[in-house]
DNA sequence: CGGATCTTTGAGCAGAATCAAGACCTGTGG
DNA sequence: CCACAGGTCTTGATTCTGCTCAAAGATCCG
């Protein structure tokens, strides 16, 4: 499957202002790409190379916390983009790990700026894509802090569920890849709190959860717990 | 002062690309601006049209946090950018007000693509500094989420105190333009406990603090309180 | 000077972390 | 196919950080 019939991610998009002008050759700028479980896409300090286009599975990025073990900073899902920010100063500033077996799309953007054409669309959008990174980590991981285990949850949960409606998988059932330590670590909660707080969610009614796969019950009831609790 | 003299900020380095190329009159692109204490510089959700360097004062971002009051997401000191995420939907993402009396330099980004000349390096510049920016926040806001008050306010603390040394002023007397209350909405704490907690500091011969200067006493006390306590 | 706002300080309480077991999965090898 | 070992997940009891409510003290500004 080509990338640019995908239509699901920014990245593709990108791609289809760059070709028809470049005319590279597209085995080279663009690749596609298999991941093992476990396995990394880049870490932290690596040299920047490419920007990666999630085609299937899902990964976590983390930064090595001082004195404790890694801190998860975030998901990247199906039609996700990984790594535009290593553009800045040329090295990755965060690590990208594999939580299942997927696929990515591979865009080496050294070899793309090298070649030196055409690179006016590809740059605009690229501006487009990092402003809406930063205008999403304004609202959505500021917000964190204030908000309680109870809606931190329900909003990571929300979250999830829209980000793979809006890519056309079924909106109801969700693949968590991640444990449990990885939710907390993301959200800034103890291990055991994310358990709690999601056992009580099931009680409630609100979700139904069995092993990696948790399914939305009452989209409304968890607004409702986001909002306000 | 024209503007690429400073050599501060960011946005007088784009300014050196775009400036040279494009032979744009420099007096409708950019231009100096003073602005009064309180006054904004826009709103949310306003079209976007400029960007803008901070030259003297401070400033405040806010956004609008649902049922409550406005929740203050960012401060910026001479030398910071203002406004580039607004590039990405055409529209700001919060709202920036003046802590106290100051000038900045506004660029305006749309009338600058239309004179459609030498954006390519003025584009390379902005993903640049947007990258950074993006970089920046996976560091600096995720890791609040995880840290105490004591953590919080001494990395505040610091990170004011580096902006400020790296941008050639004195870094060890800092004027806090802002509030008790909007470092609190920005740490997401209680006025109470900012206060509590800035006294105890004070205690500690960490930092001195009269009115709106606050005295750095010992940088290494609170790099060790914000590494871990 | 006086009113309004902002800041400090105190007391009590609630939410979440920590500590500590126990239950459950998962993959491995017999 | 089953049993076992490692990890992950849940659940409980306790502790502690920081919020809330309340009131007094500063500071600013007309």
Redesign the pocket.
Known sequence: MACRECGLDPMCQVLEYAEPGSGVPSGILLRRQSVKKGEMLFGVGQLFKSVYAVKSGSFKAMVPDLNRQERVVGFYLPGDLIGIEGMANQHYSYSVRALEAGSVCVLDIGRLTESGRSTEALQRALIDMLGREVALYHSQTASLIRQ???QRLAAFILALALRTSLRGLGGDRLYLGM???DMASYL?????????V??RFQKEGLIQ?R??TLTLLSWDGLQQVAASR
Chains 1, 2 share one sequence.
Do not use: C, H, I
């Open positions: 309680n285990a109870d444990s449990r330590s800034g909660l103890a291990r055991e709190t994310v358990s709690r999601l056992t959860l092993n990696q």
